[in-house]
């Protein structure tokens, strides 16, 4: 359940009735339709900026690596950054089928 500035808004993970309690005890009932299969992406592209203790105590030396993965993993099991302390960000790229909407979500 989620109030926007359209009123409110019921996102479900299945079709179904649902029957939402308000605050002011009024109940409402929303059918929610057929919801589309997730999508797993195809592949993932972390990309690591791996920091190191630098020349002197005030540096720190950044080493940037990618890596592209079939499957999602935390840095622990991806061998490249397994050790790294740094910034990580988690890229892939999805194609939404024909029909999906804004209504769908994400």
Same mark, same amino acid.
Do not use: N
């Given at each position: 359940m989620l109030f926007t500035e359209r009123g409110l808004t019921v996102r479900a993970v299945s079709a179904g009735i649902w029957t939402t309690r308000l605050s002011q005890g009024r109940t409402v009932?929303? /059918? &929610?339709?057929? *919801?589309?299969?997730?999508? %797993?992406?195809?592949?993932?592209?972390?990309?690591?900026?791996?920091?190191?203790?630098?020349?002197?105590?005030? /540096? &720190?030396?950044? *080493?940037?690596?990618?890596? %592209?993965l079939d499957t999602l993993k935390p840095w622990s099991q991806i061998p490249e950054p397994a050790d790294s302390a740094g910034i990580g960000c988690y890229c892939t790229t999805v194609t939404l089928p024909a029909g999906w909407s804004q209504s769908h979500g994400a």
């Amino acid at each position: 359940m989620l109030f926007t500035e359209r009123g409110l808004t019921v996102r479900a993970v299945s079709a179904g009735i649902w029957t939402t309690r308000l605050s002011q005890g009024r109940t409402v009932t929303t /059918r &929610t339709p057929a *919801v589309p299969a997730p999508i %797993t992406p195809a592949r993932w592209e972390p990309a690591v900026e791996d920091w190191y203790p630098g020349p002197d105590a005030a /540096r &720190t030396d950044r *080493v940037r690596r990618s890596v %592209t993965l079939d499957t999602l993993k935390p840095w622990s099991q991806i061998p490249e950054p397994a050790d790294s302390a740094g910034i990580g960000c988690y890229c892939t790229t999805v194609t939404l089928p024909a029909g999906w909407s804004q209504s769908h979500g994400a």
